[in-house]
């Protein structure tokens, strides 16, 4: 499985970005989950979105109402609309899949996906 993000980069608190995540060895299925993580220095990498195959959708409270984690399975290709964005979302921004179930209370934790990207940079100034 490769993932390979794209569409980081440095904007003004208010503006808008989306991330996107090729995914190529990945076979998207019913139990199959996807998601957004961050990191800045020094700290742990937080779950931001994810997405099950079936739709099912999960955020992080302090993204609620600004993000939006969505995938088109025809293009094999995650996506993470950003608006509203704030100087707290500068990070490193990474994609991450699994295969197999896991559990809702487990969809935005690290430990819970197996594969990830190289990440993208979003940097937002006040």
């Known amino acids: 499985v490769q993932l390979v993000e794209s569409g980081g980069g440095s904007v003004q608190s208010g503006g808008s970005l989306r991330l996107s995540c090729a995914a190529s060895g990945y076979t998207y299925s019913t139990y199959s989950i996807m998601g957004w993580f961050r990191q800045t220095p020094g700290k742990e990498r937080e779950g931001v979105a994810s997405i099950v195959g079936d739709g099912s959708t999960m955020y992080a409270d302090s993204v609620k109402g600004r993000f939006a984690i969505s995938q088109d399975n025809d293009k094999n290709t995650l996506y993470l609309q950003m608006n509203n964005l704030k100087p707290e979302d500068t990070a490193m921004y990474y994609c991450?899949?699994?295969?197999?179930?896991?559990?809702?209370?487990?969809?935005?934790?690290?430990?819970?996906?197996?594969?990830w990207g190289q990440g993208t940079q979003v940097t937002v100034s006040s």
């Open positions: 991450a899949a699994q295969r197999r179930p896991v559990s809702w209370w487990a969809r935005l934790s690290r430990a819970a996906f197996d594969y």
